[in-house]
């Protein structure tokens, strides 16, 4: 069990091949960043941050439709994801509390998954990103995990995703250190796996095409908000 899970079909052919047409055309395009700034050795992109932008608004929508989805399909897998960090507490049949165990979730319908999670988690902001064959690519092994902006942010980050918006190029694959595995892209296919240095990652490089995805990450709550509402 690598917790690396991969959902098929996320987002449809079309979808996706409309996106990269829109992207490839696009003026808002910017060099890609990591953590510390634009380092083009460590990751060599061109990135376009679409959460916010009105005119991206329902590519953004759908995109964290299909995320929030396979999601849910991650916790009814892996419900430790909410429960091993949050100690959860539900109301019992006589009036008191008691604490969520895994087995639990196997009882619980999809209604009452989606809503747990939208009390513990919120999406983050979502960025297009596309690597030229040859250059492109974030060969770096890293996590996305770290203590670098002073609000935390950065450290609420609890999975990390990657949608694949186009195949019918070789390499280009997300390559987990530890886990000794690479991901193949498929177009409309979903990366879901932990944030954490045990997860470490590359991206790497794509050859005879240019590799285009949606990535983002699912975060907790902030403190005051999760805490107000699960206590």
Known sequence: MDFIEVIDDAVDRDTCAAIVSRLR??????????????????KHSRDLRISGNPDWA??????????????????????QTLISPLMLQQPDTNGGLRRLQAEDFAAMDDKAIAELARVCLRPGAINLQWYSAGEGGYPYWH??????????????????????????FEEGETEFLFQQR????????????????????????????????ATSWILFQPADKLYAEIR
Do not use: M
């Open 25 to 42: 055309g696009s003026e808002g395009l910017q060099p890609g960043r990591v953590g510390g700034g634009v380092y083009p050795e460590l």
């Open 182 to 213: 690479k991901v193949k892209p498929r177009t409309g296919s979903l990366l879901i796996a932990p944030t954490a240095f045990t997860h470490t990652h590359r991206g790497n490089r794509p050859q005879n095409g240019d590799k285009f995805i």
């Open 58 to 79: 329902e590519v953004d929508a759908r995109l964290q439709q299909a995320v929030f989805a396979g999601v849910l399909g991650y916790l009814r897998k892996y419900p």
């Open 143 to 168: 996590c996305e995990l770290y203590p670098r902006d002073a609000s935390a942010e950065t450290l609420h980050r609890h999975l990390l995703w990657t949608l694949y918006l186009n195949d019918g």
